[in-house]
């Protein structure tokens, strides 16, 4: 009996047993080790049983899963099923999804289609496509392209938006260029559509790169793709309006602490962190005002909380009562008291931190407001590529929050130290007058972006992207050292080198010897600053003998001007060795003692020009146009470069960076190129040129020389150079130039004390 209860025993453990082995729960250590040599191996399951005993997985923050797991729309089989259609070639990079050879002969040339008959074009993709035609990097000829970009309009996605293109993958795949996408440029700001919002859009775009807006990190292929900002129909095509930092205050801190105002979303993709702004919301310092009142039928969908927040948003902010008090008071405001609605641009001027956070979509309209209104972003979107993030260092110019951690927020904004905050704000307004601005320089960016990446052995620096006057103007063509620049000197702790080179515009023939330009030469040459003197021949005459030159100390180089036209003058010429050049005119009156102290000038200021006859510019309301006036007023915008100085760098942007068309109507005219080469300069450096001393016979010496005497009695002169102004203002989005009201002159200048103890004694004389 004993043994028989032995036998079922047994027999009971050791199926108990093979059930435990068959179901999975206890391992043999031979298969334990063999699946952990496998894990090692980077072996994985395809659809491993979960095993109970295993440890957890680790914690995947948001921007790794689905935003919402309870917005079951579609299941996660099919989004991702979504995203493999969308980006097939996810693994695309420009080594392995871009021809490198198109771009070998001709540089860095984009095509763009011509526009298909009946095709509509909605009026921020056509600004885009005039950008592209505009700028230096445009090519008409398909043979000579590097990049490509679409006359079709792929901007919004969106199958419910009326924007939507239809049968665009047909129209697409029929392309002769396409080639699977291949060094094709699609631009995109909406995709997918309600109610999950997927990053769809609706064709295959194959090899080609994206520049999108609300990019997910999940979809983003870097040194690839090229997230762009959300920017609405309304987003200024060129120019566009400056920031709205005037001032620094010290310290920096505004009324509000923290803002927002916006749509709350009651259910669906985006919904989480709005619907939980509530939480933090003060009304003092910290005011996150929400509505639901947005949509046909939100009616049918509003939580209980609703009314209370719609409420809030439309409450009204009443004034300072100490401040009020005291006007009313001393009889300047009315007793009867007059409330003041929230209003969204008063919140943001009035603001140090504004809250950015996800919309229905990743990317959001506040995110370019708060840069241009000098609020700093507070960026509450998980998973978001932020724009340019390939250039832009965004750590000094936002804060990068976590949705997850909204209640942290508050806390984490007050603990910022003043002193970063004014950083912070700062570099907002940098980055915004720098990319942000315009349709124009968002869409230049995007270029020069991909042409870095062509060109890697000239592509920027950090440095040159996130610091003043930025990537667009800041050519690495012309140099790869910073120190080559006039804008990185300081950064660098580096000064100029010591010596300028002098370039006489020469247009008339030389038929004595007593003519100004030989004076010129000479007075110019016995400069303790000149290191060499260049004249351009620009004269329709041939050159004359060298006997016919005058000796000097330093180098004379007469070279013939190319085609002879007024743009030759500032050509990067290689024979320009110092970073300073002297451009002049062949008919100025100068003394080597007006030279000297030019030079000294200029190199405590060597991103700007520095010169002596000065001009102005001005707006005629009654004609709605600038105006240009040679008329000694207390201020002026332009110094002209017929007796001025500069970084030689200028010469190399005005041939490389200025289109065609202008250059080509300064040459058409004989004209305005010394106000090109102002509005050029004051539009990289945002700062007006500086006028130094002169003698009151400057002007009338110069009318009385014969070279010059029939181009400036000419009537159609003056006339011709109000025309350039509107032109160029036209051209740049903008009137670039700045008005000043300072004139450097000597220490002791006119002062009533020895001539000897003056340095520049001779100025005074002339």
């Known amino acids: 009996m004993q043994a028989k209860k032995r036998y079922l025993i047994l027999l009971s453990a050791g199926a108990s047993l093979a059930l435990l082995f068959y179901l999975g729960g206890v391992e043999l250590p ?19 049983w979960p095993h109970y005993s295993d440890p957890l997985h680790a914690f995947m923050t948001w921007d790794q899963t689905d935003t919402e797991d309870y ?40 095509y763009v289609y011509p526009q298909q008959k009946g095709e509509k074009i909605s009026e921020s993709y056509q600004n885009i496509l005039s950008t592209i035609e505009g700028s230096r990097f445009y090519t008409s000829d398909p043979e000579q392209a590097c990049l490509f970009v679409l006359s079709l309009d792929t901007l919004d996605r969106d199958q419910l ?25 699609i631009f995109n700001l909406y995709s997918g559509t309600w109610p999950d919002y997927t990053e769809d859009l609706g064709f295959e775009i194959g090899q080609a790169m994206l520049a999108k807006a609300s990019i997910g990190a999940e979809n983003f292929r870097p040194n690839f793709d090229v997230s762009i900002p959300l920017f609405s129909k309304e987003h200024p095509r060129t120019g566009g309006e400056r920031g709205f930092l005037k001032y620094n205050t010290i310290p920096p801190f505004r009324k ?73 008071l001393a009889g300047q405001m009315p007793i009867k008291l007059k409330p003041l609605r929230y209003d969204y641009k008063e919140m943001l001027h009035n603001s140090t931190f504004c809250l950015v956070p996800r919309g229905r979509r990743l990317g959001s309209f506040r995110f370019l407001e708060a840069l241009q209104a000098a609020c700093v972003p507070v960026m509450l979107s998980n998973g978001w590529e932020l724009p340019f993030s390939e250039i832009i260092d965004w750590n000094t110019a936002a804060v990068i929050g976590d949705e997850r951690l909204l209640l942290q927020i508050p806390t984490t904004v007050r603990s910022i130290h003043q002193d970063k905050i004014l950083s912070l704000r700062q570099q907002t307004q940098f980055l915004w007058e720098a990319y942000f601005s315009s349709v124009e320089k968002i869409v230049l960016t995007t270029l020069e972006i991909i042409q870095d990446r062509v060109l890697e052995h000239g592509s920027r620096s950090s440095l040159m992207w996130n610091g003043h006057p930025g990537g667009l103007f800041a050519m690495p063509q012309y140099s790869g050292y ?20 002098a370039v006489i515009h020469a247009v008339s023939p030389l038929v004595s010897q007593s003519q100004p330009i030989l004076k010129l030469l000479v007075a110019v040459a016995k400069s303790q600053y000149c290191a060499q003197i260049i004249v351009l021949w620009n004269c329709d005459k041939p050159l004359p003998a060298k006997h016919r030159w005058p000796a000097t100390s330093v180098p004379v180089i007469v070279i013939e001007g190319e085609n002879k036209v007024m743009s030759s003058r500032f050509l990067p010429y290689e024979t320009i060795v110092t970073d300073a050049v002297l451009s002049l005119d062949e008919d100025t009156v100068l003394s080597t003692t007006e030279v000297d102290f030019a030079f000294t000038v200029w190199q405590s200021f060597p991103e700007r020009i520095v010169g002596y006859p000065a001009r102005s510019h001005f707006w005629d309301s009654n004609k709605e146009r600038w105006g240009y006036t040679s008329k000694w007023t207390n201020d002026y915008s332009m110094v002209l470069t017929g007796a001025a100085m500069f970084h030689r760098y200028y010469h190399y942007l005005y041939t490389h960076y200025l289109p065609t068309s202008l250059k080509n109507m300064v040459d058409q005219l004989a004209n305005c190129e010394d106000i090109l080469m102002n509005f050029l300069v004051s539009a990289v450096t945002k700062l ?33 150079r109000q025309t350039c102004m509107n032109k160029f203002a036209s051209w740049f989005g903008a009137m670039p130039l700045v008005h000043s009201q300072m004139r450097l002159d000597p220490v002791l200048f006119k002062d009533q004390v020895s001539i000897l103890r003056k340095k520049y004694r001779d100025i005074e004389r002339l």
Not at 30 to 48: F, L, W
Not at 161 to 184: E, F, I, M
Not at 482 to 501: C, V
Not at 692 to 716: F, H, L, N, V
């Open 688 to 720: 007006p040129p500086i006028k130094i001393t002169q003698k009151k016979q400057y002007k009338e010496t110069m009318m009385g020389q014969s070279s010059r005497a029939s181009r400036w009695a000419d009537p159609d002169h003056f006339a011709q």
């Open 30 to 48: 031979a298969a334990r080790r063999s699946r952990q040599d496998r894990s090692r191996n980077g072996y994985r399951p395809e659809q491993p």
């Open 161 to 185: 938006s009326p924007q939507y293109v239809h049968n665009l993958k047909t129209k697409v795949q029929s392309l002769p260029l396409w080639n699977d996408g291949r060094n094709h440029l």
């Open 256 to 328: 509000y602490m923290l803002v927002f105002k916006g749509k709350r979303y009651l259910t669906g993709i985006g919904s989480d962190t709005r619907n939980a702004l509530y939480h933090v919301h003060n009304g003092e310092d910290v005011v996150l005002l929400t509505t639901c009142k947005h949509g046909k039928d939100w009616q049918k969908h509003k939580d209980a909380r609703c009314d209370k927040d719609n409420a809030e948003y439309d409450k009204f902010d009443f004034p300072d009562w100490s401040v009020w008090l005291l006007k009313a």
């Open 482 to 501: 910073l120190g080559d620049f006039p804008f990185f000197y300081a950064p660098l702790g580096i000064k100029p080198y010591p010596k300028f080179t």
């Open 71 to 110: 917005n079951l729309h579609i299941s996660p089989r099919q989004k991702r099923d979504v995203n493999r259609s969308v980006y097939r070639g996810k693994r695309c990079r420009m080594d392995s999804c871009f021809d490198f050879s198109l771009c070998q002969k001709n540089g860095f040339k984009v």
